[in-house]
């Protein structure tokens, strides 16, 4: 089955230590993506990777590292995570082409206290 | 990428169609419009995708004037499963810019009984 495998689902943390969200897809996708999504203000882009080894800042990547050392993985990384990034993260994979349709993981509800 | 405006919220009953309108004036030429459908604590699905004309698929159309300035998403007979946000996304999908799939507010359509 087609999938975008997030983990893990719910995380509660303390600030300042270091934790990983993991993302993996079974599509062979080139493309994948993190958001953040926080009530009134939609899903917001963190980074993106258009291939392996290839990442970019999103819209709100303070905070965030990423890495894409292999096309099927990118985890998401909080070095010193912080109150504010208290939110429900989401990772996304797509192939290029003229079909964007991209697919979605379940989500992973980080709450920072 | 194109910037894309459309109604914060909707509601309908069950069993009538519902329209739902984005408006993307500055779309480029490469540009595709994509719809997707988010329901709470989940990852957006994709609904459909257009470039011109009328697409159609098993649970949507999509209407696209001649301008393409504006697109129109159609979801015949809602039930009250289809209470949920939509989004409508516009971007190069042949290009390095549609990867970065950027998601507006979104509309939440509230189906009633």
């Known amino acids: 089955e087609a999938q975008v495998t997030q983990n893990p689902r719910y995380l509660i943390t303390v600030t300042g230590k270091k934790l990983t969200v993991t993302c993996s897809q079974n599509m062979n996708h080139e493309y994948m993506s993190w958001y953040r999504q926080d009530p009134g203000l939609g899903l917001r882009q963190i980074y993106y990777?258009?291939?392996?080894?290839?990442?970019d800042k999103g819209d709100v990547p303070e905070g965030y590292k990423v890495s894409r050392k292999e096309k099927r993985n990118f985890p998401l990384i909080l070095e010193s995570p912080s109150p504010n990034q208290t939110s429900l993260y989401f990772c996304?994979?797509?192939?290029?082409?003229?079909?964007?349709?991209?697919?979605f993981g379940q989500g992973t509800r980080l709450t920072v206290v | 990428l194109a910037k894309t405006t459309q109604p914060i919220s909707m509601d309908s009953y069950e069993g009538q169609e519902v329209n739902i309108t984005c408006s993307h004036n500055n779309i480029a030429t490469n540009d595709y419009i994509t719809w997707y459908q988010q329901f709470p604590s989940q990852g957006p699905r994709f609904i459909i995708q257009g470039y011109k004309t009328k697409v159609t698929n098993e649970v949507a159309s999509l209407f696209i004037p001649a301008d393409r300035k504006s697109s129109t998403l159609s979801l015949p007979r809602v039930s009250l499963s289809d209470t949920a946000v939509y989004y409508c996304l516009v971007g190069d999908t042949h290009g390095g810019s549609a990867r970065q799939l950027t998601f507006g507010s979104g509309t939440q359509l509230t189906v009633l009984p």
């Open positions: 996304a994979s797509a192939s290029p082409g003229v079909n964007t349709e991209a697919f």
């Open positions: 990777s258009m291939n392996v080894e290839v990442t």
